[in-house]
């Protein structure tokens, strides 16, 4: 990943390059792994984001389907 400072100007690539590092998911995996998970506690884990990723399609179809 590169980031160009242009000129001089450090906020503004500093910004950037947090941007980049929230939209690749960095922070979200530093927190994951900031301590030891059990690979069960892992499995439930991505299952339960499997779940709400599903309930929320389906809302999302049922929606755009027009039922309530």
């Known amino acids: ?13 500093l910004r950037a390059l947090k941007k980049k590092l929230q939209r690749e998911g960095v922070y979200r995996e530093m ?20 779940v709400r990723r599903a ?3 389906e809302r999302k179809r049922a929606e755009r389907d027009g039922v309530k």
């Open 31 to 50: 927190k994951l792994r900031r301590h030891y998970e059990k690979p069960s506690e892992v499995r439930a884990r991505e299952k339960a984001a499997a």
């Open 1 to 13: 990943m590169q980031i160009m400072v242009r000129d001089n100007n450090v906020d503004q690539a």
């Open 55 to 57: 309930r929320k399609m």
